[in-house]
């Protein structure tokens, strides 16, 4: 990995060396992911090309950018939805459907009768279940929990190392599931929160 980003960090210096086209390719799919291809422009200049989104970016910057954004994220591990209608709670709907996610004892859950409201204290989300489900289990809830712990160590993660990092932390502190925070009574429920996310 470290060599394949220094490679990628000589790109400014070797974008018209078409010798190095294999170099840069074999660099920017271990780095970035296999979704990414290098070509020559018009003018002879190396190209980065994302498949999946059909982007062109003649920078490693940009490749980098591109990487974290949400359409690519989207693109590269495409949305499957659980409906949550047929679960009592966010526990009980992440057990069922074996989700991945981590960093759970960030989570409350407040309670009233027949209703149902989330918040993560670490991103500042908030929603019915649903949204609370897609929030923890999504890559921002998921990147936030890995900087908090220091697992980040200050560089881009490719999208396989994420995944291998998650599955080392739920392997290895599990995923804190039956610490979501249950607070209950109609005296603390964020009924303002509730009105303001359905506008």
Not at 30 to 51: A, N
Request: aromatic share 10%.
């Amino acid at each position: 990995m470290e060599e394949a980003i220094e490679v990628l960090g000589s790109f400014e210096k070797f974008s018209h060396s078409k010798s190095k086209i294999q170099d840069f390719r074999k660099a920017a799919k271990t780095v970035y992911g296999q979704e990414w291809d290098v070509e020559l422009d018009s003018g002879q200049r190396m190209q980065f090309i994302c498949i999946v989104c059909n982007k062109i970016m003649n920078h490693v910057k940009s490749m980098s950018d591109h990487s974290q954004s949400g359409i690519h994220l989207k693109n590269i591990c495409p949305y499957n939805p659980v409906l949550a209608r047929k679960y009592l709670n966010l526990r009980d709907m992440l057990e069922s459907t074996k989700a991945k996610a981590i960093g759970l004892q960030m989570v409350e859950e407040f309670h009233v009768p027949g209703k149902l409201y989330y918040k993560c204290i670490l991103c500042g989300n908030h929603g019915k279940m649903q949204v609370m489900y897609d929030h923890v289990v999504g890559r921002e809830h998921m990147n936030k929990y890995m900087k908090m712990r220091g697992d980040c160590r200050g560089h881009f993660m490719s999208a396989n190392e994420q995944e291998a990092l998650c599955n080392h932390i739920i392997n290895t502190e599990g995923t804190h599931i039956a610490e979501i925070k249950k607070i209950k009574g109609s005296k603390y429920f964020p009924y303002r929160w509730m009105l303001e996310s359905s506008n």
